[in-house]
T-cell receptor, first 116, second 114 residues
Framework: AQSVTQLGSHVSVSEGALVLLRCNYSSSVPPYLFWYVQYPNQGLQLLLK??????LVKGINGFEAEFKKSETSFHLTKPSAHMSDAAEYFC??????????????FGTGTRLQVTL | KAGVTQTPRYLIKTRGQQVTLSCSPISGHRSVSWYQQTPGQGLQFLFEYFSETQRNKGNFPGRFSGRQFSNSRSEMNVSTLELGDSALYLC?????????????FGPGTRLTVT
């Protein structure tokens, strides 16, 4: 079974500061990994995905994530936070080998607060 | 292209009733997945439909069911509603054949059971 752990249910940063949201996964096979963002009263929007082609993945809105197999991590970063980044962020994993690649297992989410 | 649409957006039901939620995927997407989001349990996978067949299923009781039509539109049904079924139900569509299966989510249906 796969699982995802997101450390920190709430993260607060100042506008212009580095954003770091942590995600560790557990999987017996190289997984597919995703980061999604959810704004209030909205669905989930895909920020980026890990395809195994490159360990550093760039996504939308200036976000990027680095896949580190040795640390089983896929942390999300952004060099400079904007007020508009305030939202809830979810890390998700799926297993590409068992026919369940479309079944996402989500972490518990991290709410990002951006202050002036 | 239009995004994933879900109807209704908000719903209030009474315990014991049944409810049907609808999802229209992005044009050309043949896979539809459903997720339940609650403050306590987070986001949980319900099931996935592809070509009118249930392809994957999560760990939910049989009161939760779904179906997919030939135009890829999907419905999910919850019978004998319980208070704990109050949640945001999210539908996601996928353009199958495109690894690693990017899922595009709709805005959700917020179900309140009283």
């Amino acid at each position: 079974a796969q699982s995802v752990t997101q450390l920190g249910s709430h993260v607060s940063v100042s506008e212009g500061a580095l954003v770091l949201l942590r995600c560790n996964y557990s999987s017996s096979v190289p997984p597919y990994l995703f980061w999604y963002v959810q704004y209030p009263n909205q669905g989930l929007q895909l920020l980026l995905k890990y395809t195994s082609a490159a360990t550093l993945v760039k996504g939308i809105n200036g976000f990027e994530a680095e896949f580190k197999k040795s640390e089983t991590s896929f942390h999300l970063t952004k060099p400079s936070a904007h007020m508009s980044d305030a939202a809830e962020y979810f890390c998700a994993v799926s297993d590409p080998t068992t026919g369940t690649a479309s079944k996402l297992t989500f972490g518990t989410g991290t709410r990002l607060q951006v202050t002036l | 292209k239009a995004g994933v649409t879900q109807t209704p957006r908000y719903l209030i039901k009474t315990r014991g009733q049944q409810v049907t939620l609808s999802c229209s995927p992005i044009s050309g997407h043949r896979s539809v997945s459903w997720y339940q989001q609650t403050p306590g349990q987070g986001l949980q996978f319900l099931f996935e439909y592809f070509s009118e067949t249930q392809r994957n299923k999560g760990n939910f009781p049989g009161r939760f069911s779904g179906r997919q039509f030939s135009n890829s539109r999907s419905e999910m049904n919850v019978s004998t509603l319980e208070l704990g079924d109050s949640a945001l139900y999210l539908c996601a569509s996928t353009q199958t054949g495109q690894s690693p299966y990017e899922q595009y989510f709709g805005p959700g249906t917020r179900l309140t059971v009283t």
